[in-house]
């Protein structure tokens, strides 16, 4: 595609801003955003220094996300001792802080900044679907960094289409909206079906797919999930089918060591059988191919395994 496209789609999600934004009630947001922007331009050391200090302390709690991370390492990773599933924990918090603290600087830095803080290997896996006039859909599992490869490629002319949920706090939405598609993209309100979605793709978007979501019971199948099984969506192959795109596995990682974001981009898929569950595993295996050797890029803090066959919660109580 070229520079001169044009993204705006009717359909897609374009929030605005807004003179309310400006009231009070949404000093908080402004105060934190104008605090974190000096931050995010400090070297990569001195924001690893602070985020390490700050998991030290909030990964001895055992209430909210931190207790949430370990109920999920707990049911996954059952073989691990309790104190290397918490050492994965405090590094799990040590990586997410010093990606956040950073993360404005995406949109206060520029283009050829990003670039050189960013690694992608395997892009040649898209060239050539793209010089196939292959339409591809990118499965792109829960990690910290699970907005770059879709800023990162928009910038090299290669624009995303995605489905999100807005957020409660509409200054916050506009803010992280503004920051997605930056260099360009599209994103869909879920709330406004897939149709849109499938069209962009057609229409020679990259889709942006995220496949650890839980959406309940009646819209998923139960797979196997780590050591455990979980909720699984299980329109991953009908997808493909209908928006005639391949599946191409992509996750992104954060180094703390170095600052640099990488990106990891597989092979496509193989075509899926149709069979519900033997497709939903399909998914859950490039989740497990890619957090297996870096857990603390993941997002165990999310309500991954809420809804399990006998209908418990394990995070009731936390």
């Known amino acids: 595609m070229s520079n001169s496209r044009n993204d705006y789609d009717p359909k897609a999600y374009n929030p605005e801003f807004k003179m309310a934004y400006l009231a009070p009630k949404h000093w908080g947001v402004w105060l934190g955003l104008f605090l974190g922007m000096p931050i995010a331009l400090l070297p990569n050391k001195v924001r690893a220094s602070i985020a390490q ?19 999920n390492l707990g049911l996954c990773f059952p073989e691990k001792t309790e104190a290397e599933r918490e050492q994965i924990i405090e590094k799990c918090l040590a990586t997410a802080g010093t990606f956040l603290l950073g993360f404005p600087a995406i949109s206060l830095r520029s283009k050829k900044w990003l670039e050189r803080h960013s690694k992608i290997t395997g892009l040649e896996h898209l060239k050539k679907l793209q010089e196939e006039g292959q339409s591809a859909i990118l499965l792109v599992p829960h990690s910290w960094a699970i907005d770059i490869p879709a800023i990162l490629l928009a910038s090299r002319g290669l624009p995303v289409s995605a489905m999100a949920n807005s957020q409660k706090n509409p200054l916050t939405d506009w803010l992280m909206h503004k920051q997605r598609v930056q260099y360009g993209g599209r994103v869909y309100d879920r709330s406004g079906g897939i149709k849109p979605f499938i069209k962009s793709v057609k229409d020679g978007y990259l889709g942006y797919y995220l496949p650890d979501q839980d959406h309940g019971p009646e819209q998923s199948v139960f797979v196997d999930f780590f050591a455990t099984e979980k909720a699984t969506l299980p329109g991953l192959g009908k997808l493909a089918k209908v928006s005639k795109a391949k599946i191409v596995p992509t996750f992104a990682s954060y180094n703390v060591e170095t600052g640099q974001y990488e990106i990891e981009i597989k092979p496509p898929m193989a075509d899926f059988t149709g069979d519900e569950h033997e497709d939903a595993r399909a998914m859950n295996i490039v989740v497990e191919e890619f957090v297996t050797p870096k857990p603390e890029q993941y997002m165990w803090i999310l309500k991954l395994l809420k809804t399990r066959r006998d209908g418990n919660d394990p995070y009731v109580g936390y």
Not at 53 to 65: N, T
Request: net charge positive; glycine share 6%; charged share 35%.
């Open 53 to 71: 200090f700050a998991a030290r302390k909030l990964a001895k709690k055992q209430k909210g996300p931190v207790q949430k991370a370990r109920i």
